[in-house]
C-alpha cells in the first residue's frame, strides 16, 4: 500500500532502535515497542530516522528492522522508512526492499559529508524515486545534512511523487513559504519543541524523537490548536519544550532513548551505539525527575 499526501498528516513516533547489551539489534524488544505504540494511538511509525541511529545501522539490521515493524503493524497505521544512505546506490537498495516489505512511503535525508551541487543531490533524490513506486517524504534537517530544503527547490518540492517534507528545521519563515508554494503536499513538524508553531504555518502532522514517549501531549497540543484553543495549544506545547530542554542537557539521542523506555518497563532500549556514550548516572537521574512530570502533565495537564 502506498499513501496519499493526506494520509501523512499524522503524529508519527521516530522508532527508536533497540539494542541488546552486546550491541546487536533486539527485534523482541522493538517489536513491543511499536505494539505499545499501537496501544497508546500513535497514527504513524517513522522507521530507522534520526533517532532510529540509521547511519550507525548496517543495511541488513535496516531491512530487519523495517520487516519487524510492517509485521507487528499489519496494516494498522502508515510505516514510513527513512532510506537515506551516504551513496545512491544504498538508498536505492533501502527503497526496493521498503516497498517489497510493505512500506507505505520512504523519506531520506539529502547525501551527507561531501559538497554536492544542487544538481547531484536532484538526480540522487530522483535515482531513488524512479527505482520505486513508494512516494517519498523529503527530509529536511540542515543542522546535521548542511542543506536545507527550501522554496527554491521546485525540481523536489515540484515532483509529484514527492507528497510531503519533515522540516526538522527553525525555519518557520520557509516553511509557511513551501506551503503557501506546495498547498497539495504535506509538512510535518520535525522539532518536537515547535511543533505548535509549525501548525501555525501549515505543518498538519508531527515526525518527533519524543512523539512515542510524548504523543498524548502532541496529540493535545494539536486538539488543542486545531479547535482554536490557542492558550491551551501553548501551555502543552511548553511541557513539549521542556522535556527538549532536558533531553539537550543530558544527551540529546541517548536520553530520549532512556524517554522512550516509560512505554515497555521492565524491557529496555539499550544505549545508543558507539561513537554515542551511555547516559551518565546523572543523566538518568535528570531524566527519572523529567518522567516525573511527564506523568504529571499528562494525567492532570492537558
Known amino acids: 500500500m502506498t499513501i496519499t499526501a493526506a494520509q501523512l498528516a499524522v503524529i508519527m513516533p521516530a522508532l527508536a532502535t533497540p539494542f541488546t547489551p552486546d550491541g546487536a539489534v533486539a527485534l523482541d524488544t522493538l517489536e513491543a ?28 539490521e535496516r531491512e530487519r528492522i523495517l520487516e519487524t515493524v510492517v509485521a507487528v503493524n499489519a496494516g494498522a497505521v502508515p510505516v514510513v522508512a527513512h532510506i537515506g544512505a551516504v551513496n545512491t546506490a544504498d538508498s536505492v537498495r533501502l527503497a526496493r526492499h521498503a516497498e517489497a516489505a510493505g512500506a507505505d512511503a520512504i523519506s531520506a535525508i539529502p547525501p551527507v559529508y561531501f559538497s554536492y551541487s544542487k544538481a547531484a543531490i536532484v538526480g540522487h533524490y530522483q535515482t531513488i524515486m524512479d ?24 525540481e523536489l518540492l ?3 511523487r514527492v507528497i510531503g517534507m519533515k522540516h526538522t528545521s527553525g525555519n518557520i519563515s ?13 509538512f510535518l513538524g520535525g522539532f518536537d519543541d515547535l511543533f505548535v508553531p509549525a501548525m501555525s504555518v501549515g505543518a498538519t502532522g508531527a515526525i518527533g524523537v519524543t512523539a512515542g514517549s510524548c504523543f498524548e501531549l502532541y496529540r493535545a497540543a494539536r486538539d488543542h490548536f486545531q479547535a482554536g484553543r490557542v492558550d491551551d495549544a501553548r501551555r502543552v506545547q511548553g ?13 540529546l539521542y541517548p536520553a530520549a532513548k532512556y524517554l522512550a523506555e516509560r512505554d515497555i518497563k521492565p524491557l529496555t532500549l539499550g544505549g545508543c551505539r558507539p561513537p554515542f556514550r551511555p547516559l551518565s548516572p546523572e543523566g538518568k537521574a535528570n531524566m527519572d525527575v523529567l518522567l516525573a512530570k511527564l506523568d504529571t502533565w499528562i494525567t492532570t495537564g492537558l
Open 33 to 60: 515497542l511499536v505494539a505499545r505504540y499501537l496501544d497508546k494511538g500513535v497514527e504513524g511509525l517513522f522507521v530507522c530516522g534520526t533517532g532510529g541511529e540509521s547511519l550507525l545501522l548496517s543495511l541488513e
Open 131 to 154: 527505482a520505486t513506486a513508494l512516494p517519498m517524504v523529503l527530509y529536511n534537517i540542515p543542522s546535521l545534512t548542511g542543506i536545507e530544503f527550501t522554496v527554491d527547490w521546485p
Open 158 to 160: 515540484g515532483d509529484p
Open 174 to 186: 520557509s516553511l509557511q513559504l513551501m506551503k503557501a508554494a506546495y498547498p497539495d503536499k504535506t
Open 239 to 251: 511541557y513539549l519544550a521542556q522535556v527538549l530542554q532536558a533531553l539537550f542537557a543530558n544527551d
